[in-house]
């Protein structure tokens, strides 16, 4: 009996510590507390940029400005900041863009100049451009007008004989693409205006172009034509003219600006009248 009963106690403490252990490794250990890393944020400096795409020539407004953060360690010396000067935003507006501007473009001085000092017009010419002035005449209509910035080819109308009592003409097309810098003093357009009323369009192109320009000028009509914008970066190319554009007839020219279907022309005594 005795045997037995120490068999059964035997077998019953061995139960109970197998059953403890299950219980023991059942239990969910604890878990580790997460350790939080400091996240530190990297040093910034606003800068001036472009709330908006600003075209070349464009006049910029102070909504045209605004101030964004940006990396120290990626502020370029010529970026305009505001702990160096606080107060860039305002002293800019009216200020004329030089280069075209993206959207959140950085600004530096070197793009933007004062339309109030002299020689701003040479600085909106290309390297190796002349400015050259045209006249114009008014568009009375609402068909519009060609304004600063925008595109056109210059063709050039003139004699080419007579027939009888009737004279004959010959249409050939001079120069493409050419930049429009002003009409008049304006080199920009304006936010509340869709036409440029004026007498005279100043023109950028390069030195043989403006002798090609002129000698048409004596010679006929010549018609500034816009160009869409859709195609206003193709390369401006020059088409040659006849050996005889080198000589002037003495005519006094007439300049005829055709925009979107409605034509103005500034004529003189003298010059040939085209239909």
Same mark, same amino acid.
């Given at each position: 009996?005795?045997?037995?009963?120490?068999?059964?106690?035997?077998?019953?403490?061995?139960?109970?510590?197998?059953?403890?252990?299950?219980?023991?490794?059942?239990?969910?250990?604890?878990?580790?507390?997460?350790?939080?890393?400091?996240?530190?944020?990297?040093?910034?400096?606003?800068?001036?940029?472009?709330?908006?795409?600003? @075209?070349?020539?464009?006049?910029?407004?102070?909504?045209?400005?605004?101030?964004?953060?940006?990396?120290?360690?990626?502020?370029?010396?010529?970026?305009?900041?505001?702990?160096?000067?606080?107060?860039?935003?305002?002293?800019?507006?009216? +200020?004329?863009?030089?280069?075209?501007l993206y959207k959140g473009e950085p600004v530096s001085a070197q793009k933007l100049i004062d339309y109030a000092k002299s020689g701003f017009?040479?600085?909106?010419?290309?390297?190796?451009?002349?400015?050259?002035?045209?006249?114009?005449?008014?568009? +009375?209509? @609402?068909?519009?007008?060609?304004?600063?910035?925008?595109?056109?080819?210059?063709?050039?109308?003139?004699?080419?004989?007579?027939?009888?009592?009737?004279?004959?003409?010959?249409?050939?097309?001079?120069?493409?693409?050419?930049?429009?810098?002003?009409?008049d003093q304006s080199v920009s357009e304006a936010d509340d205006k869709t036409v440029a009323i004026g007498k005279t369009a100043t023109l950028?192109?390069?030195?043989?172009?403006?002798?090609?320009?002129?000698?048409?000028?004596?010679?006929?009509?010549? +018609?500034?034509?816009?160009?869409?914008? @859709?195609?206003?970066? +193709?390369?401006?190319?020059?088409?040659?003219?006849?050996?005889?554009?080198?000589?002037?007839?003495?005519?006094?020219?007439?300049?005829?600006?055709?925009?979107?279907?409605?034509?103005?022309?500034?004529?003189?005594?003298?010059?040939?009248?085209?239909?």
């Open positions: 009996m005795n045997l037995v009963r120490v068999s059964i106690l035997g077998l019953a403490l061995l139960a109970a510590g197998l059953a403890a252990f299950v219980a023991r490794n059942l239990v969910a250990k604890p878990e580790a507390a997460p350790v939080i890393q400091e996240i530190v944020k990297a040093p910034t400096n606003d800068v001036l940029v472009a709330a908006s795409d600003i @075209a070349v020539g464009k006049r910029v407004g102070k909504s045209d400005l605004r101030w964004q953060e940006w990396p120290e360690t990626a502020v370029n010396s010529q970026y305009i900041t505001r702990k160096n000067d606080p107060n860039a935003a305002e002293a800019f507006a009216g +200020t004329i863009a030089r280069f075209s017009m040479s600085a909106l010419l290309a390297p190796g451009m002349r400015a050259i002035s045209t006249k114009i005449s008014p568009e +009375t209509g @609402a068909g519009g007008f060609i304004l600063p910035n925008d595109r056109v080819d210059v063709l050039l109308t003139r004699q080419a004989g007579e027939r009888g009592q009737h004279s004959s003409y010959s249409s050939s097309t001079l120069l493409l693409n050419i930049r429009v810098l002003a009409i950028e192109m390069s030195l043989p172009d403006a002798e090609t320009f002129l000698r048409a000028v004596r010679e006929g009509t010549v +018609t500034l034509a816009l160009r869409s914008m @859709a195609d206003a970066e +193709t390369d401006p190319n020059l088409i040659p003219l006849s050996s005889d554009h080198s000589r002037s007839n003495g005519r006094t020219s007439s300049v005829r600006v055709i925009k979107y279907g409605t034509e103005s022309q500034a004529g003189s005594a003298g010059g040939a009248d085209y239909e």
